[in-house]
């Protein structure tokens, strides 16, 4: 496996128009979206209010994976996008496995952004109070999606202006829901708190993961952040902090407010909870707060696949064209634009779960191969090792890295198990009947699929590599 250089390019094209407050607002934003709107009342169903404590265990786990992050980008790595594939394959000396989790983080991400786009249409047209139609939903997701596009294809610093906006409002209307909600809940409501003992909790921490994955989207705006290197770390534990609080408070006045019963079955569970004591206006309020969250989440959703693109393509193992930056706007137009076609086509055609549901373990096994990374680093490339700024205790990363490992290796075994179930119950046919393919064969077919792409763009870019030393010897000839 070729090895790649050790330095890293600094002419991505990219224009570094975002500060820490544009970088704070891209994490935050991400993080309080539909995980804590949606995710929360469904998680009721698997473990009754105990939601509340699953929130705090999963929490270590998450800051533990984050200081693979802020090592990586306290290096010359974190003056690029590329994130883990340009941190695992730097570290590993080889494409090939970064090259997978890449191909796999990228459709995940694309059926993120088509998730979330549907359910901010869904959450719009209920709140609508009848301006909205049901059959009016895949109209307004696609319109979503168009809207973000010309943003991000605008400029990245609009991107950041329009996100620090958003998050405003989100911050305001959690404010207005958690505070005079506190005095608001019954203590009846948290009983009992286990429902369904330890098993029900354990299987309540994969889909409440959905609500912190998606935090490591931070580290591809390194290319576009001002003195990246040194902003980018310390923002992610603070970041994951702020989140963390924001999620235990939101869910301890949810389920402290209203029967667990009716959140899960609530289309606008927030705002439910919110009408309970607060007047109708403050009440529309936290569902405009709401809007916020899953627009934050599509705004920064919607510029991870392109910068993974430029990095991909500028080791020649996709088409350059893929990872080009118009010079006009110092954005990926044609990066942005595939990912407005793929999420728009799986949106119209009603496919998103084949994306969707491989999102989360796709992002786990990239997280623990991330820390893994980390972990090996002084061995596998001291170079690099050695260029870590970050202040950091090397027996802090490791012992950060092996706890992450762990928390992600857990996962990723529950998720196996429960597939495993499903596996031996029903056949191959019907799960393709009932669209019910499971998360790990899902994982495997587009693990395949990356794995032909990867073999084509390492011909590829062999080929081109080859035709310009050639060139290069022919007019060494010429000039002779």
Known sequence: ??????????????????GTLESYAALIGILIGAGIFKVTGQAWLLTGPSVILAYVVLAPAILATSVAYSVFLSTPLGREPGGEYTHISRTFGGYGLAFVGAWLKIISYIGALAYLAQALAEYLVEISGGWLRVEDRLTVALASLIFFYVVHAAGVRWFGRLQVAMCLLLGISIVVLVLPGLFAIRPRNYVPFF???LSGFAASLSPLFFAYAGFESLAQTAGEVRDSTRRLPAIFARGI???TVAYVLISTVAFGVLP??????????????AAVYLPVGAAWFVGLGAVMALTTSV???????SRLAIMVSRDRLAPRWLGSVAGA???PVMGLTLTLGASALLLVSGQISLALNIAVFALVLLYFLHSLALLVLPLANPRLFASVTVRISPAVQRSAALVSMIAMGGLIALQVVQDAGTLSSLSFAERISKHSLTTVELSAIWAAVGAAIYALGRRRGAQERHDYQAALTRSHASDG
């Open 241 to 243: 902090l702020i989140a």
């Open 329 to 331: 706007t110092g954005t």
């Open 195 to 197: 429902t369904h003992g």
């Open 260 to 273: 667990g019963s009716r959140l899960a079955g609530s289309p606008a569970p927030m705002v439910d909870v």
């Open 1 to 18: 496996m070729a090895s790649p250089p050790e330095k890293v390019r600094q002419s991505s094209g990219l224009r570094r128009d975002l």
């Open 299 to 305: 705004n920064a959703t919607m510029l991870v696949p």
